[in-house]
């Protein structure tokens, strides 16, 4: 798996778990998210949680990973769309 690939499909989603990319790539090497994230194209957030750097300048990303993460949440759905 290249970092481009990769990159292409899940930049959008802005913060993935490992079972997206997995529902995405069922073969994929979770070492490759390891040397990414030493490497500074991604960032580890939590057990299983990651995030592209880009991202982290973006107004209310903070909310919006909370959301993500620790689903239910108070934060609508609706507001990130």
């Not at 960032?43 to 919006?64: I, N, Q, T």
Request: proline fraction near 6%.
């Amino acid at each position: 798996m290249n970092w481009i690939k990769f990159k292409n499909k899940m930049f959008d989603l802005g913060c993935f778990s490992i079972h997206q990319v997995y529902a995405w790539q069922p073969g994929f090497d979770r070492n490759n998210l390891v040397r990414w994230t030493k490497k500074g194209y991604l960032v580890h957030l939590r057990r299983g949680w990651y995030a592209f750097p880009e991202y982290k300048d973006k107004p209310d990303f903070a909310e919006y990973i909370a959301g993500k993460i620790y689903s239910p949440s108070y934060i609508p759905a609706a507001q990130w769309i």
